[in-house]
Protein backbone atom coordinates (compact mmCIF):
# COMPACT_ATOMS: atom_id res chain seq x y z
CA UNK A 1 0.00 0.00 0.00
CA UNK A 2 1.70 3.41 -0.83
CA UNK A 3 1.67 6.01 1.97
CA UNK A 4 -0.06 9.27 0.34
CA UNK A 5 -1.25 9.61 -3.50
CA UNK A 6 0.68 6.94 -6.20
CA UNK A 7 1.50 10.57 -8.33
CA UNK A 8 1.79 13.72 -8.39
CA UNK A 9 -0.89 16.75 -8.60
CA UNK A 10 -2.46 16.74 -11.82
CA UNK A 11 -1.38 13.43 -13.58
CA UNK A 12 -4.08 11.05 -13.20
CA UNK A 13 -7.10 13.69 -13.27
CA UNK A 14 -9.02 15.78 -15.93
CA UNK A 15 -8.58 19.57 -15.91
CA UNK A 16 -12.10 21.10 -14.28
CA UNK A 17 -14.42 21.81 -16.93
CA UNK A 18 -16.39 24.78 -14.98
CA UNK A 19 -19.25 22.45 -13.60
CA UNK A 20 -17.63 22.65 -10.19
CA UNK A 21 -20.04 24.29 -7.53
CA UNK A 22 -17.85 24.62 -4.54
CA UNK A 23 -14.24 24.89 -4.16
CA UNK A 24 -12.18 24.27 -0.74
CA UNK A 25 -10.43 26.80 0.65
CA UNK A 26 -7.93 25.82 3.43
CA UNK A 27 -7.41 28.33 6.90
CA UNK A 28 -3.87 28.04 7.27
CA UNK A 29 -4.33 29.71 10.55
CA UNK A 30 -6.06 26.22 11.74
CA UNK A 31 -4.74 23.75 9.65
CA UNK A 32 -2.06 21.14 11.36
CA UNK A 33 -0.63 19.88 8.72
CA UNK A 34 -2.11 16.30 9.49
CA UNK A 35 -1.78 15.60 5.65
CA UNK A 36 -5.55 14.07 5.92
CA UNK A 37 -6.42 15.61 2.94
CA UNK A 38 -3.54 15.24 1.14
CA UNK A 39 -3.90 11.90 1.65
CA UNK A 40 -7.93 11.30 0.95
CA UNK A 41 -8.01 13.44 -1.72
CA UNK A 42 -9.71 11.28 -4.57
CA UNK A 43 -7.80 13.12 -7.42
CA UNK A 44 -4.78 13.81 -6.09
CA UNK A 45 -4.47 17.45 -6.06
CA UNK A 46 -3.93 19.09 -2.56
CA UNK A 47 -0.08 19.68 -2.29
CA UNK A 48 1.91 20.07 0.79
CA UNK A 49 3.19 23.47 -0.46
CA UNK A 50 4.97 26.23 1.86
CA UNK A 51 3.28 27.92 4.34
CA UNK A 52 0.40 25.67 4.03
CA UNK A 53 -1.19 22.59 1.97
CA UNK A 54 -2.50 24.13 -1.13
CA UNK A 55 -4.75 23.09 -4.32
CA UNK A 56 -4.56 22.68 -7.48
CA UNK A 57 -8.09 24.51 -8.41
CA UNK A 58 -7.53 23.52 -12.29
CA UNK A 59 -8.19 20.14 -11.23
CA UNK A 60 -10.00 20.14 -8.28
CA UNK A 61 -13.57 18.81 -8.87
CA UNK A 62 -15.38 20.48 -5.80
CA UNK A 63 -16.22 16.62 -4.10
CA UNK A 64 -16.05 18.17 -0.57
CA UNK A 65 -13.99 15.22 0.82
CA UNK A 66 -11.17 17.08 2.28
CA UNK A 67 -13.28 19.60 4.49
CA UNK A 68 -15.29 16.88 5.25
CA UNK A 69 -12.48 14.70 6.61
CA UNK A 70 -10.10 17.48 8.08
CA UNK A 71 -10.63 16.69 11.83
CA UNK A 72 -9.83 20.47 12.69
CA UNK A 73 -12.33 22.02 9.96
CA UNK A 74 -9.63 23.67 8.41
CA UNK A 75 -11.23 23.86 4.85
CA UNK A 76 -14.49 25.58 4.13
CA UNK A 77 -16.67 24.78 0.58
CA UNK A 78 -16.98 28.08 -0.84
CA UNK A 79 -19.38 28.86 -3.30
CA UNK A 80 -18.01 29.25 -6.72
CA UNK A 81 -17.92 33.11 -7.47
CA UNK A 82 -18.03 34.55 -4.22
CA UNK A 83 -15.01 35.95 -2.95
CA UNK A 84 -15.23 35.06 -0.03
CA UNK A 85 -11.56 32.53 0.51
S1 LIG B 1 -6.85 17.69 6.80
FE1 LIG B 1 -7.09 19.78 7.59
S2 LIG B 1 -5.56 19.99 9.22
FE2 LIG B 1 -5.01 18.20 7.99
S3 LIG B 1 -3.54 18.98 6.46
FE3 LIG B 1 -5.59 19.04 5.52
S4 LIG B 1 -6.35 21.13 5.94
FE4 LIG B 1 -4.62 20.76 7.33
S1 LIG C 1 -12.87 19.07 -3.03
FE1 LIG C 1 -12.45 16.92 -3.60
S2 LIG C 1 -11.17 17.05 -5.44
FE2 LIG C 1 -11.12 19.09 -4.46
S3 LIG C 1 -9.31 19.06 -3.14
FE3 LIG C 1 -11.06 18.42 -1.87
S4 LIG C 1 -11.08 16.18 -1.97
FE4 LIG C 1 -9.79 16.92 -3.65
Known amino acids: ?9 G ?6 AGWR ?6 NGEKCTRCQR ?3 LCPDGVIERG ?3 FQIDYNFC ?3 GLCAYECPVKAI ?4 EG ?3 G
Request: charged share 15%; aromatic share 8%.
Open 37 to 39: CWL
Open 82 to 84: DSN
Open 1 to 9: MPLGPSAVA
Open 50 to 52: EPY
Open 76 to 79: TMVK
Open 61 to 63: KGC
Open 21 to 26: TFRPVI
Open 11 to 16: VLVEAN
